[in-house]
Every structure is written in structure tokens, then in C-alpha cells.
């Protein structure tokens, strides 16, 4: 095995379907044998990002890349952008509506923890044409 | 204890029957984001969300049961998901703080 691609459509504000990309890559690692802590930490940032896109994208791709050391998630959108990155990874940061709110979310911890669970993570984003985050997990 | 013996010494409403699964640990909670990184697998989960992301993160956290607290009645998109995912899905008049308590009771009966 040299390298392994799984690519998922998110669907933005579509409560039904969130967290579909994230059970689906969960499975699949499990599948494949990938140990249960590592999955643990690749679906919780995992999780939050599929949730960013649907709540504050309109949605997205997210695309899981299997290498023998190293598990890669990208998030794409080409969502809203982030106008200050520095401020939206400052833990309990969030422009979440109170509807958002409602349904449990918007608690301002996403980034905070996509960043505490990965091994390394970038943000790209440009206000008015979208977000991209790349997290690599050390296998 | 297993789930169906829960419901009886707890006096649990049922609004969607699923595996009758071993619970070891409980989980109180509503950011589903705290939720999502504490709570362990095959845990009970205590909430007053009750709505279908409540199904989502039961899944992905692979929770034993839910217990919506507080006389919260789930909405049907939730109970629906549920039941797909095989999931209990119960409820209590109580607080979670009141249910933790007589879960504690009930354990050491
Ligand atoms: N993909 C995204 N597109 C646009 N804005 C985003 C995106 N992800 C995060 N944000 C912004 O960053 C803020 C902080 O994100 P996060 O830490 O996940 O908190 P929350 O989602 O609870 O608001 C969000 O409120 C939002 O303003
Ligand atoms: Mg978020």
C-alpha cells in the first residue's frame, strides 16, 4: 500500500447529512486497521471541520489521504473565508448564530481542537473565496 | 449494567430501542464539541439536546445510549436516526444531576 484517497462531499447546512464524511473515513480506517487511538484523534478534528463547513461554508469537499505513516484530511470550501485566522483559533471565538447555537454547536471550539488533535495544521483562507485546511496525523 | 436493566431501575421513558449494550461510564453534556472529545465508547450519555446532531456524534463517539434529561421529547428526524443506527434513545423526568445521582444509588444497591 503506497497511498489510499477517500473524497467526500459536504453539504452545507444540511443537519442530516453532517458528520457523514466523518463516520464514513471512521469506518474505513477501521477497516483498514488503523489503531483506535489514532482514529479517535483524525475524527474528532475531523468532525469539527466537516461541522465548520456546514455551518459557516455552505459546504465543501473534505478529502482523506491514507499514507503508510501519515493520515492527511483536507477541508475545502469556497465559503465565506476567515477574516482574522489569529481570532477564530482563540478557544471560545465563534460567530455562530443562536440558531447554530441551539443545535450545539458554536461553542467556539473547533479550530481550537482540529489544532490540539492533529499533528500539524495550516489554514488557508482568503476572505470572499473559501478555506482550505490541511491536518496530517502521524500513524 | 446493561441497558434494559437501566431503564427499569431508573424508570427511563423509551423513545427508540437499540442493542442492549453494557454501559460502564457516563457522559453529562450539550457542546457537542465536548462531547465529541470526552465521552467513551459504549458510555451513557446525559443531554437536553434533542436534535438530530445529537444522533451524529452518538455515532461517531459510539455511545451506548442517550438519555435526553429534563422531560426534553426528541425530535423525530433525531428519533428516526436513531433507530437506523440501532442506538437507544431514553428519557427521564429528571435532571441529569438528579439521574446521575440515582444511577450512583442504583449502583451500589
Ligand atoms: N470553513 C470556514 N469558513 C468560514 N469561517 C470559518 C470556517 N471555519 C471556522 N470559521 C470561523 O471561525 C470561527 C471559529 O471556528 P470554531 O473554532 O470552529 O468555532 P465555532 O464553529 O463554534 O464558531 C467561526 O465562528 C467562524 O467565524
Ligand atoms: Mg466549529
Redo the contacts between chains.
Keep these: 500500500m503506497t497511498e489510499i484517497v477517500w473524497r467526500f462531499d459536504v453539504e452545507g447546512n444540511n443537519?442530516?447529512l453532517?458528520?457523514?464524511a466523518?463516520?464514513q473515513t471512521?469506518s474505513r480506517l477501521k477497516q483498514i486497521g488503523v489503531n483506535n487511538d489514532i482514529i479517535r484523534k483524525v475524527?474528532?478534528a475531523m468532525?469539527?471541520g466537516e461541522?465548520n463547513m456546514v455551518i459557516h461554508a455552505n459546504g465543501g469537499v473534505a478529502t482523506v489521504t491514507v499514507q503508510p505513516n501519515l493520515i492527511t484530511v483536507v477541508l475545502a470550501d469556497t465559503g465565506k473565508g476567515i477574516e482574522n485566522v489569529e481570532l477564530a483559533m482563540k478557544e471560545g471565538y465563534s460567530t455562530a448564530t443562536t440558531e447554530i447555537r441551539?443545535?450545539?454547536?458554536g461553542?467556539g471550539?473547533?479550530l481550537p481542537?482540529m489544532k490540539k488533535?492533529s499533528d500539524d495544521m495550516t489554514i488557508d483562507t482568503t476572505v470572499g473565496e473559501g478555506t482550505t485546511i490541511t491536518m496530517k496525523f502521524k500513524i | 449494567m446493561k441497558i434494559t436493566k437501566l431503564i427499569e431501575k431508573l424508570n427511563l421513558a423509551v423513545f427508540n430501542s437499540g442493542l442492549d449494550k453494557e454501559i460502564e461510564k457516563f457522559y453529562i453534556g450539550?457542546?457537542?464539541?465536548?462531547v465529541?472529545?470526552k465521552a467513551e465508547t459504549n458510555c451513557g450519555w446525559l443531554t437536553i439536546?434533542s436534535?438530530?446532531?445529537?444522533a451524529?456524534?452518538a455515532?461517531?463517539v459510539e455511545c451506548g445510549c442517550v438519555i435526553l434529561c429534563e422531560e426534553v421529547q426528541p425530535d423525530e428526524?433525531l428519533r428516526e436516526?436513531m433507530e437506523s443506527i440501532n442506538i437507544y434513545l431514553l428519557g427521564t423526568d429528571l435532571s441529569a444531576f438528579e439521574l446521575a445521582k440515582k444511577i450512583v444509588e442504583s449502583v451500589n444497591e
Excluded: C, P, T, W
Design positions: 443537519f442530516e453532517a458528520g457523514h466523518s463516520q471512521k475524527i474528532i468532525y469539527e461541522i441551539e443545535l450545539g454547536f461553542a471550539m473547533g481542537n488533535y | 450539550d457542546l457537542l464539541s465536548r465529541m472529545g439536546m436534535n438530530v446532531n445529537v451524529a456524534v455515532r461517531l428526524s436516526k
